[in-house]
């Protein structure tokens, strides 16, 4: 099982989790320079570039990837129960070496205290692992799918849309990956914690749960190939966009207390008093601000772009970094 585990991540989803990275971090570096409204508990918060946000799922998918690949399956040939008994009657003092040099060259970590079945423990950290990566991308596909509802992205049209609403072009490929996804995670979970119990030497209850191996892998392959292809499809609608910023000049009011800290004066009650966003709202700072002799054409923003802070910076980091792995940097 180690091998044919090891092998199956290293040859089918690693490839296809590499893939949707390398996609995933283009795809931020080419928006890092859109400017949009970041969104806390669902509300306007600050600004922020869609490059950003996307790098900030690269960047979690990359760490992740990386774990993977630190990761080492065990072997073991120690006989019945783990005593090396039948390998001491044909190896005498050379029993743990053979083994050691057996398991080794099958390119797996010799275990040198085991049952008559290997601990799972490597195995489970390898599955973890795979499980955090699926539950990763279920949050990006979750966020992807938000950024649609406000109509911000969206899928570009193909052949197959809505049966009755021929208007439509539904996130099919998103909300597939995010299914697939998020059994793939349940199955590895409870395959990673169920297999590091096996009574004494061991019982039969493991063997038909390892067989779900290669179901719960295909789930994380299906969907990673699902949001590879939604990010192929997505479009960015920068009209609407551009109407979110001006519905939303309440994203400046950081800014804007910082700055006036800055000089001495605290506002921050003032200008929450002043609303959450609204017709007229950047007017009303203004006043809030010479009331208190501050000069409001120092104090806020001209405009979303003057407060992004490094979040363009970040998104070029991380597509950096993600071509260096490609690379072996």
């Not at 390119?107 to 990763?136: C, F, N, Y």
């Amino acid at each position: 099982y180690s091998l044919a585990l090891r092998d199956a991540v290293a040859r089918v989803v690693v490839p296809a989790l590499e893939s949707l990275l390398r996609a995933l971090a283009e795809k931020a570096y080419r928006e890092r320079l859109t400017v949009m409204v970041a969104r806390t508990h669902g509300r306007p918060a600050v600004p922020t570039t869609l490059g950003k946000e996307l790098a900030v799922h690269a960047y979690r998918l990359l760490a992740s990837l990386r774990r993977v690949g630190d990761a080492r399956l065990p072997g073991k040939v120690s006989g019945a129960v783990g005593t090396y008994a039948g390998l001491v009657e044909v190896f005498g003092d050379e029993a743990l070496d053979v083994s050691r040099r057996l398991v080794e060259s099958l390119g797996l970590v010799h275990w040198l205290a085991t049952k008559q079945v290997i601990p799972h423990d490597d195995v489970s950290r390898l599955l973890h692992e795979l499980a955090l990566a699926s539950m990763l991308l279920v949050d990006l596909c979750r966020d992807l799918w938000l950024l649609s509802t406000l109509g911000l992205v969206y899928p570009r049209p193909r052949g197959v849309g809505s049966s009755t609403m021929p208007q439509k072009s539904n996130p099919v490929e998103l909300e597939n990956a995010e299914g697939n996804l998020e059994t793939a995670s349940n199955m590895l979970s409870f395959l990673a914690s169920r297999l590091l119990v096996s009574r004494l030497q061991r019982d039969l209850s493991d063997s038909t749960i390892r067989r779900n191996y290669g179901v719960a892998l295909a789930h994380l392959l299906i969907g990673a190939k699902n949001l590879a292809a939604y990010l192929e499809r997505m479009e960015v609608d920068r009209e609407e966009i551009k109407l979110d910023l001006e519905r939303h000049p309440e994203i400046l009011a950081e800014a804007v207390q910082i700055r006036a800290r800055l000089r001495g004066v605290d506002l921050l009650e003032e200008i929450r008093a002043l609303g959450t966003g609204g017709a007229g709202y950047l007017e009303r700072l203004a006043a809030l601000l010479e009331m208190r002799g501050l000069r409001a054409s120092e104090i806020i923003p001209r405009s979303a772009e003057e407060y992004l802070g490094l979040a363009p910076l970040i998104a070029e980091l991380v597509y950096r970094l993600v071509h260096g792995e490609r690379r072996g940097g």
